[in-house]
């Protein structure tokens, strides 16, 4: 069965420094692409990034790139530089492109620090 | 295109009693898609659409649970005999259902069961 694991329930990270928010993956299909929503505090989902697994290159978008390392099974999201606004939940995603179904892991909160 | 919108915002039930959300997916989405999602955890696959035909319903959601989506366009997500454990925000999201789409939400529908 697939499933998404992020390990890290919270993080409390200083401003403008860089954050690397875990997840890791679990599935047989070799075609399947990973999200990443942020959730603030006013319940909005929002699209971050996304990599499929058959991209070569890591995504990137702005300050948000994706560390993919398909061997391990992971899709790490990187946040450079980060800001006060990027306190929020952060949830990966991962979609299996034989029925699109798309699954959810369990969240980080991330906590900027002044 | 006004975004994914969702009736009613709140709901406020006692157990036992019978409620119905209502979800309209941005017009041209052909893949909706139900969370639940309670607090602080990440979003619980429910059930989704390819147009007017459901693909998958969750092994987890009891019988109580039922969704459809009569014409393709709006979908609707039933829950018979309410009990407390189905308190929860209800999400909605919906995609052109093409490989790496991102899913556009909804501002979810928040159940109470008293």
């Known amino acids: 069965a697939q499933k998404i694991t992020q390990t890290q329930p919270g993080m409390f990270v200083q401003e403008k420094e860089a954050v690397t928010l875990d997840c890791t993956y679990d599935t047989s299909d070799q075609s399947y692409g990973l999200f990443w929503y942020k959730q603030p505090s006013s319940g909005e989902m929002i699209f971050l990034i996304y990599q499929g697994s058959y991209d070569e290159q890591n995504a990137t978008e702005g300050r948000y790139s994706l560390n993919f390392q398909k061997a391990r099974k992971s899709a790490n999201l990187v946040i450079s530089a980060s800001q006060l606004g990027d306190s929020a939940m952060y949830f990966c995603a991962m979609i299996m492109n034989r029925d699109d179904k798309i699954i959810f892991g369990k969240g980080t909160r991330l906590h900027i620090l002044p | 295109d006004t975004g994914v919108s969702q009736d009613p915002r709140h709901k406020i039930t006692k157990r036992g009693q019978n409620v119905t959300f209502r979800c309209d997916p941005i017009s041209e989405h052909n893949r909706l898609y139900w969370y639940r999602q309670t607090l602080g955890q990440g979003p619980e696959f429910l059930t989704y659409?390819?147009?007017?035909?459901?693909?998958?319903k969750s092994r987890l959601l009891s019988d109580r649970f039922s969704a459809e989506r009569p014409k393709g366009s709006f979908s609707t997500l039933e829950i018979q005999r309410t009990e407390q454990g189905d308190s929860a925000m209800y999400l909605c999201?919906?995609?052109?259902?093409?490989?790496?789409?991102?899913?556009?939400f909804g501002s979810g529908t928040q159940l109470s069961v008293l």
């Open positions: 659409f390819q147009n007017e035909a459901q693909l998958e």
């Open positions: 999201a919906s995609s052109l259902g093409t490989r790496d789409e991102k899913l556009f």
